[in-house]
């Protein structure tokens, strides 16, 4: 089984400024099947990212994914109020699908 | 635009089963596979398994062996998740979750799952 791990644990910042979210997988991830979801309190997850970086359809452009092999990031260029979440890295290139423990992008 | 829509909130005693339903509407629902997510209080997301209504075959995580089935009725778009001996640490919300579906070469995969259902929170307690 891949084991994800996500860092920070909680990111702590205004809006307007950069966040950068990492997840790191215990072995590599077959063809980029890495996705990323967003999912705010008493919400679904929502599919933000699949193939490492590709944008699910509706996302806006300030969410952008990168990496391949172990070590894959999540970009949000300019944080809007709506972009406070918490977010999940997941892998589907092997079974059994895995998913990060999470990262909670809060109000500094 | 296609909607997962869950069966209601469950309470449930601790050795019982429960079974959710996840109904899709507005789109095809045989050539996609459904997946079950749960989540815990306060925690994060873990996958039990899913299913494939086309091929008809469902896979679990080594987790929920012997404890989970998931079925899925064409005929209804429905799929189902039913778990047994249930305990406390299964009080959770239930997800089902859709995801294309690749062939790879050790069988057909899924792909990121793009559309959700609502949820079906999940209380155990005696």
């Known amino acids: 089984e891949i084991v994800l791990t996500q860092s920070p644990g909680t990111l702590s910042l205004s809006p307007g400024e950069r966040a950068t979210l990492s997840c790191r997988a215990s072995?590599?991830?077959?063809?980029?099947?890495l996705a990323w979801y967003q999912q705010k309190p008493g919400q679904a997850p929502r599919l933000l990212i699949y193939?490492?970086?590709s944008r699910a359809t509706g996302i806006p452009d300030r969410f952008s994914g990168s990496g391949s092999g172990t070590d894959f990031t999540l970009t949000i260029s300019r944080l809007e109020p709506e972009d406070f979440a918490v977010y999940y890295c997941?892998?589907?290139?092997?079974?059994?699908?895995?998913f990060g423990p999470g990262t909670k992008v809060d109000i500094k | 635009q296609v909607q997962l829509v869950q069966s209601g909130a469950e309470v449930k005693k601790p050795g019982s089963s429960v079974k959710v339903s996840c109904k899709a509407s507005?789109?095809?629902?045989?050539?996609?596979?459904i997946s079950w997510v749960r989540q815990a209080p306060g925690q994060g997301l873990e996958w039990m398994g899913g299913?494939?209504?086309?091929?008809?075959?469902?896979n679990y995580a080594q987790k929920f062996q012997g404890r989970v089935t998931i079925t899925a009725d064409e005929s209804t778009s429905t799929a189902y998740m039913e778990l047994s001996s249930l305990r406390s640490e299964d009080t959770a919300v239930y997800y089902c979750?859709?995801?294309?579906?690749?062939?790879?070469?050790?069988?057909?995969?899924?792909?990121?799952?793009?559309?959700w259902g609502q949820g079906t929170m999940v209380t155990v307690s005696s």
């Open positions: 979750a859709r995801g294309s579906i690749r062939l790879a070469a050790a069988g057909p995969r899924v792909d990121a799952f793009d559309i």
């Open positions: 507005g789109g095809t629902f045989s050539s996609y596979a």
């Open positions: 299913i494939i209504p086309i091929f008809g075959t469902a």
């Open positions: 072995q590599s991830v077959s063809s980029s099947y």
């Open positions: 193939g490492a970086s």
């Open positions: 997941q892998q589907y290139g092997s079974s059994p699908v895995t």
